[in-house]
């Protein structure tokens, strides 16, 4: 008898405990779907996750650093890195998916990000913030809350829904021996070069970035950041403002390789064409890429980085963690490790890119400073302070579709 009476009681348990393990899943669910309120929290909840990172699939150096450094010092801490190559705009067609779906979690926790892909995924809602100093202690240790990349992306206020990773700058790569180490340092003395010495000079066609960063030096050349910055987000108002610009490059086309009839698909194919000194000069974001190319082989010596006069375009690119990200807390502690200086010590090293750090320049230490100048000094690449004062803000991200718009109009298919 008694032995009934216990059978019936588990019976009358077994539903309310499967109820109480729902629930239990549920609040551990929306925990995880929350940003951690500090970095401590963001530790101790992160431990035995598993943390991805989704990023440009097309830097070697990049992807090398994350494998070989960040993800070593993430498993220290008891987190699992999982990096997924994808282009950005793959990214955000899934992001907002999830969202039409009013999917709650996705399989996204950490993405590269900047410019109009920022400024498209803050319309869309798509991120998560805010992400402040108290879960990102080295934010805090490295980079001031005051500097205008912390504040605006191309124009877009951050709002502390992104975090600095990489610092860009555009530069020109030269071969010494084709221009004799007399580098056209400007629009003006690139358009006589380019007249003097036919078919040795082109551009990777727009929406590529890097080619589309040369269209816009070429239109803070001719017209200045200020007219453009201050031009209507519209077609019509950029097209007014650009025109001697787009004039320009209809002038510079007859006298590109195949006759501006054609122009290099990718940044690879620039390159080979480059090292293989058909074209004299190349361009990067990364001032230090002439650099991480001779120590794998690709470029000689013979290739030489230099800005124009008035300067070159610079921006920030950034991590966001979207809104569906399943693992935040892992997210927050990948994000603070990316940013640690033993992590950005690393990614000195030209075989991760030598990327220039985040940090800002009143709290930029003195032994990384060291590290950049050396190297600069030992490859031929532009010194830090020079870049610096060298630097022009990018424009609205608003903006650059509309002129990778104009350029296929007035001059890819111009008459």
Not at 247 to 275: C, H, I, R, S, V
Request: proline share 6%; hydrophobic share 35%.
């Amino acid at each position: 008898m008694r032995g009934g009476k216990r059978l019936k009681l588990l019976v009358l348990l077994v539903p309310l405990l499967i109820l109480g393990g729902c629930a239990g899943n549920s609040k551990d669910s929306q925990s995880a779907n929350k940003l951690p309120t500090n970095y401590q929290t963001a530790l101790k909840q992160a431990k035995g996750q598993t943390v991805t990172y989704y990023g440009f699939g097309g830097s070697d150096t990049q992807n090398r650093w994350i494998d070989q450094v960040v993800t070593p010092m993430m498993k220290k801490k008891g987190i699992t890195v999982k990096r997924v190559p994808m282009d950005i705009d793959t990214i955000l067609n899934k992001l907002t998916t999830e969202k039409e779906a009013n999917k709650k979690q996705g399989n996204i926790d950490v993405v590269w990000i900047n410019g109009e892909n920022f400024y498209n995924a803050k319309k869309l809602g798509l991120l998560d913030g805010p992400l402040n100093n108290k879960m990102l202690p080295n934010m805090k240790r490295y980079i001031s809350a005051s500097d205008p990349d912390v504040k605006r992306d191309m124009a877009t206020p951050i709002d502390q829904l992104e975090v600095p990773y990489g610092n860009a700058q555009f530069v020109m790569i030269g071969s010494k021996k084709i221009f004799n180490g007399n580098y056209p340092t400007s629009a003006a003395k690139l358009l006589d070069w380019a007249k003097a010495n036919p078919g040795k000079l082109t551009y990777v066609a727009p929406p590529d970035f890097t080619g589309s960063a040369f269209i816009r030096n070429i239109i803070y050349e001719t017209v200045g950041y200020q007219a453009l910055n201050d031009a209507p987000a519209t077609k019509a108002g950029i097209y007014k403002v650009i025109k001697p610009s787009l004039d320009y490059l209809n002038e510079l086309k007859p006298y590109l390789w195949e006759n501006g009839k054609t122009y290099p698909k990718t940044t690879a194919q620039m390159d080979k064409m480059f090292a293989d000194h058909q074209i004299a000069l190349d361009f990067s974001y990364n001032p230090m890429y002439a650099a991480t190319q001779k120590s794998t082989g690709q470029f000689t010596n013979d290739a030489q980085t230099f800005l124009f006069d008035k300067g070159t375009i610079g921006n920030y690119n950034y991590l966001a963690v979207p809104k569906t990200a399943p693992n935040k807390a892992a997210a927050i502690v990948l994000i603070n490790t990316m940013l640690s200086k033993k992590a950005q010590s690393e990614q000195l090293s030209l075989k991760y890119g030598a990327a220039i750090p985040p940090y800002s320049a009143n709290k930029m230490p003195q032994e990384i400073t060291d590290k950049l100048n050396d190297s600069a000094e030992k490859n031929n690449t532009v010194p830090v302070k020079t870049l610096a004062k060298k630097r022009i803000p990018e424009v609205s991200g608003k903006k650059i579709p509309i002129i990778e718009q104009l350029w296929k109009e007035h001059v890819l298919n111009a008459n």
